[in-house]
Nanobody, 124 residues
């Protein structure tokens, strides 16, 4: 069965960096879209970034220029490099995968599989 396992969350000060990882089993990022979503306390889930199987990436406006999505097809792992972090980036970050990135990251309807999340906390 498909499993997506996130790691790399933690607590950092504003302006700092974190790199999230998402390792997949029974699913290959070489043939699936991979994406990151986040949900802050009391807020709706929002898309962060997505990367097609062939490598094309798209970003939500809020993170453009600060976050970079990437993947290693050999390790079957999805990454999210987060720089210049702000307190408003505090959220649970979720890895997701689907047959393609249609609608992502603004919409999650194309995502068939989800991880359990990793918590990112940014202090001011």
């Amino acid at each position: 069965q498909v499993q997506l396992v996130e790691s790399g969350g933690g607590s950092v000060q504003a302006g700092g960096s974190l790199k999230l990882s998402c390792t997949a089993s029974a699913l290959f990022f070489s043939t699936f879209c991979g994406a990151w979503f986040r949900q802050a306390p009391g807020k709706e889930r929002e898309g962060v970034a997505a990367i097609e199987s062939y490598g094309s990436a798209v970003y939500a406006d809020l993170v453009k220029g600060r976050f970079t999505i990437s993947k290693d097809n050999v390790k079957n792992t999805l990454y999210l490099q987060m720089n210049s972090l702000k307190p408003e980036d505090t959220a649970m970050y979720y890895c997701a995968a689907g047959p393609d990135c249609t609608g992502a990251p603004n919409y999650s309807y194309g995502m068939d599989y989800w991880g359990k999340g990793t918590l990112v906390t940014i202090s001011s």
